[in-house]
């Protein structure tokens, strides 16, 4: 089949490369001019564009999207490890609490993969353009879609600046800031259907070389990540002795708009007691990257009556996006991309059988955790803004749009909070938390799992206390760290 994929992002190049390989010729079109990399360095030095400004911003590679990627891209993966990726096992993983674990027999399955995301894409990149069967057109914007109409409509083709592109197939592959719905109402489609929950956060991440490897104030082989009470603040470590640092406060808190002013930036997070150590052995390689505008989206091509049109398929940020600290979005962009290439492979003459079975492994692979996240943040957004209000940080403020509630707290179901935080406590529950962090389960299978909340139950009762908080910044110097630029 002649399939063409709208944008070269992660999803879209994972998507040429599967498709390929499954026998179709695929066209990808970038929008942006597309020259290789010629080091990692330089992928990292001129990552940042506009269209898809997360590429600067810290990523972890989650267990689920390891394993997916070494069973079904391995020399992707190999490729990875090769140009410095780092594999953050379990025993890297592990809180204070837990650090006499013994090894289990099945723990490499919760390995991570730490690298800034410029490295991956530079290998995806490296590897689309050697495939054979892959034609990548940089400088190409889709402005359209091409249709023989129909109800719904068949697209057969992409619209460019410089003329038309036919295709059997069309793939959405253009990320959180897609156009595909003026695309649809150009061809008469109704909208696709789209589910909304607020994320809160805003980010503010910079990158770093370690300066030293010895004497460090945690292990650089895995990221940390602080709910303060206030914001996040957070250390991932990444390829090649770089390691990312971000502080991530709600997007509505006004007064960290500073935090992209480099000294600020410092100052601040010099007031993190469990992570400012980190600034003692790093030396900052460029400035502060600001990103805001992140919404936890389900955007479905199929709705109660149907297919919106036949042809057409999105994955990864198209499909949806979710809170970026729990780091789903490569995992679910394989996961749409395996789904499809199956899909094209089980109905290759059917384009509504395609719509709803790749609708259907949305609901199966990718929904359930869109749920996980759209609850988890709710939870934790309705609590930092009663800190924020108690502290009249938000006063006057417009409260920002509710999020759908978690279910009531029940004797026969732990909720994401409650494991994260028994698991620090029990090697078990450690485990099965980081299944859910990792994707490599169902989320409300686990929580709603007799046993693991019978365990969640005993754990609570040994612990009444809980998890002890992270130490807070002190508010004087964190005001003055704030006021600083000013
Ligand atoms: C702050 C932040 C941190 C994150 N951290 C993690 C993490 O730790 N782990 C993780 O797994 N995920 C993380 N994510 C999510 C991850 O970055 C995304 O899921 C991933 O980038 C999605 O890839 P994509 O290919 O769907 O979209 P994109 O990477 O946005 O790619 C879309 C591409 O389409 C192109 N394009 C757009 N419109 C057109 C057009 N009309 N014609 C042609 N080309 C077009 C764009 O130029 C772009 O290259 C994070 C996201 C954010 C915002």
New binding site residues.
Partial sequence: MEVVI???????AMTALLAARAGHHVTL????PAAPAGSVEEAAARAF?P??P??V??????AR?RLLLREHLPDVYDDLVRDGAVESRLAAQLPPTLRDLAPGPHDDRYTMLLTR?STLDRVLDARVRSERGITVRGG???RGLLTRGGAPPRITGVRLDDGALAADVVVD???????VDGWLAGVGARPRPVVRADCGLA?YSRHYRLRTTNDLPGRADNRTILPLDEFVAGMWGADNGTVLLGLCPLAEDHRFRVLRDPEVFTAVFATVPGLRGWLDVLEPIGEVFP?GG?HNTLHRLVDAAGPVALGLHA????VC?TN?TL???????LRTALDLVDALSEHPHDPLARALAHDAAITEGVEPFYLDQARTDAARLARVRGVLHVRGVLDGRPAAPAAPAAPPPSPERVGFDELSAAAFFDATLFRTAASVRGMLVRPEAVYIDPAVVARVREVQAAHPDGVPAPAQPDPDRLAKALAAAA
């Fill in positions: 709208v944008g070269a992002g992660a999803a879209g079109l970038e929008r942006e564009r269209t898809a997360q590429i911003q810290p990523h972890v590679l989650l999207y995301r190409a914007t889709v592959a253009s990320g959180r800031r897609s156009r980010y990103m992140l994955v990864g940020d198209g996006t970026p780091a789903r979005g490569l995992g679910v962009a």
